[in-house]
């Protein structure tokens, strides 16, 4: 059963919104608007390749509670960090602050 959060709504609907924003940032790493130019082609396609699944496995996290991935505050703090390694910024920091909601109401 899923943990149910204090702030449960706008913990999912920050998650969404940073896995929607990765989703986009790794496309845009794909189609070389992110990355400098020194960057070879195939860095560019597996680090999208890899930031879309990471962006896709945050969403299933928060539409799906419990089904493939838990819903639990370090869960969203770990893929926030892989968000904002392999597709960008934005998308990791909502995340992130998802997960320090998540911590909050868990103390």
Known sequence: MAKK?????????????????GL???????AN???????????RVVS???GIVIAVLTL???MRPDDP???????LFVLAILLIVFSGLWGGVLVII??????????
């Open 48 to 50: 999208g390749i890899v």
């Open 98 to 107: 998802a997960a320090l909601i998540g911590l909050i109401d868990d103390l």
């Open 33 to 43: 608007y992110d990355l400098p130019a020194t960057y070879s082609a195939f860095d």
């Open 60 to 62: 299933l996290c928060a």
């Open 69 to 75: 991935i838990p819903w639990h505050w370090l869960v």
């Open 5 to 21: 959060y204090e702030h449960n709504d706008l913990m999912k609907i920050l998650t969404i919104l940073g896995g929607l924003v």
């Open 24 to 30: 986009a940032s790794a496309i845009l790493v794909i």
